[in-house]
């Protein structure tokens, strides 16, 4: 059972930073892809950053190019969302999401990722 458990949300300033960890388990994630997306009340889910579990790949949304960055840790199955110079506007419900079985480019369309965690809030204050 595919299972994937966000954490390391919260509130925070503008310029601020944040990291969050997603931890991923019972599929393997060397072969599949890995996004994080956001949504606010009343709007879309919208891409922020995907890469593959095998590396080699890594794709950001535009609205966070050169703030954001995602990493991993392929030994642990763990990936990461690096936030830097966050602005009142990425304030939002950040998820991680798989594509199990799924080899690169991983794309950032919502719809295509099959498993999703709980999700945490992030709150950024001007």
């Known amino acids: 059972q595919v299972q994937l458990v966000e954490s390391g949300g919260g509130s925070v300033q503008a310029g601020g930073s944040l990291r969050l960890s997603c931890a991923a388990s019972?599929?393997?994630?060397?072969?599949?892809?890995m996004g994080w997306f956001r949504q606010v009340p009343g709007k879309g889910r919208e891409g922020v950053a995907v890469l593959y579990g095998g590396g080699g790949y890594i794709d950001y949304g535009d609205s966070v190019k050169g703030r954001f960055t995602v990493s991993q840790d392929n030994a642990k199955n763990i990936v990461y969302l690096q936030m830097s110079s966050l602005k009142p506007e990425d304030t939002a419900m950040y998820y991680c999401?798989?594509?199990?079985?799924?080899?690169?480019?991983?794309?950032?369309?919502?719809?295509?990722?099959?498993?999703w965690g709980q999700g945490t809030q992030v709150t950024v204050s001007s």
């Open positions: 019972g599929y393997t994630y060397s072969s599949s892809c």
């Open positions: 999401a798989a594509r199990p079985a799924t080899p690169p480019p991983c794309g950032t369309r919502w719809y295509d990722f099959t498993a």
